[in-house]
């Protein structure tokens, strides 16, 4: 069964870091690039960042780049995300997704280019 689990949301104060993880199981996670979306209360769902296959490509939101960074261990079934010098503004619901295409070079940041989701974890940035 096919399953992306996140994991490392919580409360955390601005200024803060946290590290996300997305555990992957039910299909060979090197084949696939991941990416990591947001979703706030009352707003659409945005691309995060998102890494290839190989971990040889990655591209990051605006509002994220220097703050952010996301790394895979294939070995291990996971992808990362490092996120430092957190805002209130990056509050949101965080959810790792499956690329749909297998075997692509790069990535992308457009949720229409994802098949598969996790169940979200929740970011708080808050004093």
């Known amino acids: 069964q096919l399953q992306l689990v996140e994991s490392g949301g919580g409360l955390v104060q601005p200024g803060g870091s946290l590290r996300l993880s997305c555990a992957a199981s039910g299909f060979t996670l090197d084949y696939y690039g991941i990416g990591w979306f947001r979703q706030a209360p009352g707003k659409e769902r945005e691309g995060v960042s998102c890494i290839s296959r190989s971990g040889g490509s990655t591209n990051y939101a605006d509002s994220v780049k220097g703050r952010f960074t996301i790394s895979r261990d294939n070995a291990k079934n996971t992808v990362y995300l490092q996120m430092n010098s957190l805002k209130p503004e990056d509050t949101a619901v965080y959810y790792c997704?499956?690329?749909?295409?297998?075997?692509?070079?790069?990535?992308?940041?457009?949720?229409?280019?994802?098949?598969?989701w996790g169940q979200g974890t929740q970011v708080t940035v808050s004093s």
């Open positions: 997704a499956r690329q749909t295409r297998s075997w692509v070079v790069g990535c992308s940041t457009s949720p229409r280019n994802y098949d598969y």
